[in-house]
T-cell receptor, first 115, second 115 residues
């Protein structure tokens, strides 16, 4: 059963620490998305990659956030230094599209708490 | 900005059909209508999408009006497990093949299935 896998599922860290979240997209998918969800803002698109190249990261705070895809089976989202306002659930999704018929499949998320 | 309008909440009796409306009056000819749902504490789940014809799959049916300015998601026999937030999203059609644009989520409709 193909699925997007995110690790860790939960992370509690102190303000100022570095946080790395990992995502394993569905094998064969060529697009990876990172979303953040909070009660106030809902689901926000942070960044996404196509064929491992960054396509759009305009939703991501550039000073502390970075997203990479070191290979086709791994995407990472890093926050350095972390702040309490970064507390949220971070979702990774992967997709494959041909001719406009493109769906994105989401992982279970990483719940980040910065204290 | 989300390009869709949905009621914030709806109730439906278990076993009955749940009809979730969505207005997308500014939709353009090269945009699809997508539906996702998010069950509490899980990642969003793809349900169905369409361009101008009605669509049906094992989860739901999607009815798009002839002018494409609105649509209705139908869950034919709602169960308690269908209680979730349902998101209606318009999304650009990708013609170049491969990849997908990011999904912009609004507030959605919180559907509550009553026993």
């Amino acid at each position: 059963d193909a699925r997007v896998t995110q690790t860790p599922r939960h992370k509690v860290t102190e303000m100022g620490q570095e946080v790395t979240m990992r995502c394993q997209p569905i094998l064969g998918h060529n697009t990876v998305f990172w979303y953040r969800q909070t009660m106030m803002q809902g689901l926000e698109l942070l960044a996404y990659f196509r064929n491992r190249a960054p396509l759009d990261d305009s939703g991501m705070p550039k000073d502390r956030f970075s997203a990479e895809m070191p290979d086709a089976t791994l995407a990472t989202l890093k926050i350095q230094p972390s702040e309490p306002r970064d507390s949220a659930v971070y979702f990774c999704a992967s997709g494959l599209g041909y001719g406009g018929q493109a769906s994105a499949f989401f992982g279970q998320g990483t719940r980040l708490t910065v204290v | 900005d989300a390009k869709t309008t949905q009621p914030p909440s709806m109730d439906c009796a278990e076993g009955r059909a749940a009809n979730l409306p969505c207005n997308h009056s500014t939709i353009s000819g090269n945009e699809y209508v997508y539906w996702y749902r998010q069950i509490h504490s899980q990642g969003p789940q793809y349900i169905i999408h369409g361009l101008k014809n009605n669509e049906t799959n094992e989860m739901a049916s999607l009815i798009i009006t002839e002018d494409r300015k609105s649509s209705t998601l139908i869950l034919p026999h709602a169960t308690l497990r269908d209680t979730a937030v349902y998101y209606c999203i318009v999304r650009l059609r990708i013609e170049t093949g491969g990849g997908a644009d990011g999904l912009t989520f609004g507030k959605g409709t919180h559907l509550i299935i009553q026993p």
